[in-house]
């Protein structure tokens, strides 16, 4: 099993980047599929998921800014973040299942939100 993140950079307060995953080893089509960041100094935390039958599952927080999608025949899942703020700043990983412990995991893709 291997995932491979993509997407992030440094980008200004108010834009969007889309991060993308790349897994191989498993059929992904039955699978919740899931992104979860991680900032400096804190725990891993949930972004968003998406189950197999494609709908989508976010944290409050997110508040529309995130949008999960999956393209099983790509074995990929990406997530597009519109309005981003300097909080957004972390390593953001993929991964299966809607819950702890989110492994495995790819190696991330850091996202860094600054002016």
């Known amino acids: 099993v291997k995932l491979v993140e993509s997407g992030g950079g440094l980008v200004q307060p108010g834009g969007s980047l889309r991060l993308s995953c790349v897994a191989s080893?498993?059929?992904?089509?039955?699978?919740?599929l899931t992104w979860v960041r991680q900032a400096p100094g804190n725990d891993l935390e949930w972004v968003a998921s998406?189950?197999?039958?494609?709908?989508?599952n976010y944290p409050n927080y997110v508040q529309g800014r995130f949008t999960i999608s999956r393209d099983n025949a790509k074995n990929s899942w990406y997530l597009q973040i519109h309005s981003l703020v300097p909080e957004d700043t972390a390593v953001y990983y993929c991964?299966?299942?809607?819950?702890?412990?989110?492994?495995?995991r790819g190696p991330g893709t850091q996202v860094t939100v600054s002016s």
């Open positions: 991964a299966t299942g809607r819950f702890p412990p989110w492994t495995p």
């Open positions: 998406i189950d197999s039958a494609g709908t989508p």
């Open positions: 080893g498993f059929p992904t089509r039955q699978y919740t």
